[in-house]
C-alpha cells in the first residue's frame, strides 16, 4: 500500500474523538473545537451558510444548483440545506460536495443531529446510507446526491477539479455555485484555510458563484481576495460581531 492509499485508509476508519458538552453539543478534541453552535446550531447554519450564500432564494428557477463544502462533520449543513430545498417547488436537482478528513460514524451522527428536531426524518435517512470510504462515496439524502471526499481535502480536490471521481466519471462535475467555508477554527485548522486550497476552490467556482464562512480572520479574509473573490464583512450569528461572505468575480 502506497503511503497515500495508507493516508486515505487511515482517515477513513477513524472516526474523531468526541467530547460531548450539555450532553449534545459535540467537541473534537484532536482540535479542541466544537461542531456547531452551543448557542443555536442550526440556526448558525441558516444565518451562515444558507443566508450567506442567498439561499434558498437562489435555488428558484434553477434545473441544478451545486453546493461543496469544506468540513462534512456532523452533516447539519447539509440537512440543513435539504429542509430549505423543501420550501422551493420546483426545486433544483441538488448535487452537496463535502471534504471530510474525520468521518463521524452513524451513531455520532445520530446524536449530535438529535439537538434539532426540526430536522424530521432526514437524520435517520443519512444515517441509513452513511458508508465513508476512502477516498470517494457517493449518497443519496432526500433526493440530493452527497458527493462525500474522505481524506485530506488539499489532495482531495485536484482528484475533484481533474474529474478524477470515480463514482463521478459518467458525466462532468458541474462548477460549485456556493461554498460553505466550514472548518474548525483557523487558529486550530489551518490547513482547511490554506491559500493554494481556496485559489483550487475559486477554481471551481462557477463565474458569480458565491462563498460564506463564520471567520473574519484577517488572514483568511486575504487568501479568499488571492484566490479571486471579492469579499465583504457582515454581522455574524448571535454574539460573534462579524461573518464573510464573498462572491467570484465574472
Not at 470515480?166 to 462548477?175: E, S, T
Not at 461554498?179 to 485559489?199: I, M, R, V
Given at each position: 500500500m502506497t503511503d497515500e492509499e495508507q493516508r486515505k485508509t487511515d482517515a477513513a476508519i477513524r472516526p474523531p474523538e468526541l467530547e460531548w458538552l450539555d450532553g449534545d453539543v459535540p467537541r473534537a478534541e484532536g482540535f479542541d473545537d466544537t461542531y456547531f453552535s452551543k448557542a443555536g446550531g442550526l440556526a448558525e447554519t441558516r444565518h451562515v451558510f444558507l443566508s450567506g450564500n442567498g439561499l434558498p432564494q437562489r435555488f428558484i428557477g434553477r434545473k441544478k444548483f451545486t453546493i461543496a463544502e469544506f468540513g462534512f462533520g456532523t452533516g447539519l449543513n447539509f440537512l440543513a440545506t435539504l429542509l430549505a430545498l423543501k420550501d422551493v417547488n420546483p426545486a433544483p436537482a441538488l448535487t452537496f460536495v463535502s471534504f471530510e478528513l474525520r468521518p463521524m460514524t452513524a451513531d455520532q451522527l445520530l446524536r449530535a443531529l438529535a439537538a434539532f428536531p426540526e430536522l424530521g426524518d432526514l437524520p435517520g435517512q443519512l444515517a441509513a446510507v452513511w458508508a465513508p470510504n476512502p477516498g470517494w462515496s457517493v449518497m443519496t439524502v432526500g433526493g440530493a446526491q452527497l458527493v462525500l471526499?474522505?481524506?485530506?481535502?488539499?489532495?482531495?480536490?485536484?482528484?475533484?477539479?481533474?474529474?478524477?471521481?470515480?463514482?463521478?466519471?459518467?458525466?462532468?462535475?458541474?462548477?460549485?455555485?456556493?461554498?460553505?467555508?466550514?472548518?474548525?477554527?483557523?487558529?486550530?485548522?489551518?490547513?482547511?484555510?490554506?491559500?493554494?486550497?481556496?485559489?483550487?476552490?475559486?477554481?471551481?467556482?462557477?463565474?458569480?458563484?458565491?462563498?460564506?464562512?463564520?471567520?473574519?480572520?484577517g488572514w483568511v479574509r486575504r487568501n479568499l481576495q488571492a484566490a479571486g473573490f471579492e469579499i465583504k464583512k457582515v454581522k455574524g450569528y448571535a454574539g460573534k460581531r462579524e461573518m464573510v461572505i464573498g462572491r467570484k468575480a465574472a
Open positions: 471526499g474522505t481524506g485530506d481535502a488539499r489532495h482531495l480536490i485536484g482528484e475533484f477539479r481533474d474529474q478524477a471521481v470515480a463514482p463521478l466519471q459518467d458525466g462532468p462535475m458541474p462548477p460549485v455555485d456556493a461554498w460553505f467555508l466550514d472548518g474548525f477554527s483557523p487558529a486550530k485548522n489551518p490547513e482547511l484555510w490554506d491559500a493554494e486550497l481556496l485559489k483550487s476552490a475559486a477554481d471551481l467556482t462557477a463565474d458569480g458563484g458565491t462563498l460564506a464562512t463564520y471567520t473574519a480572520a
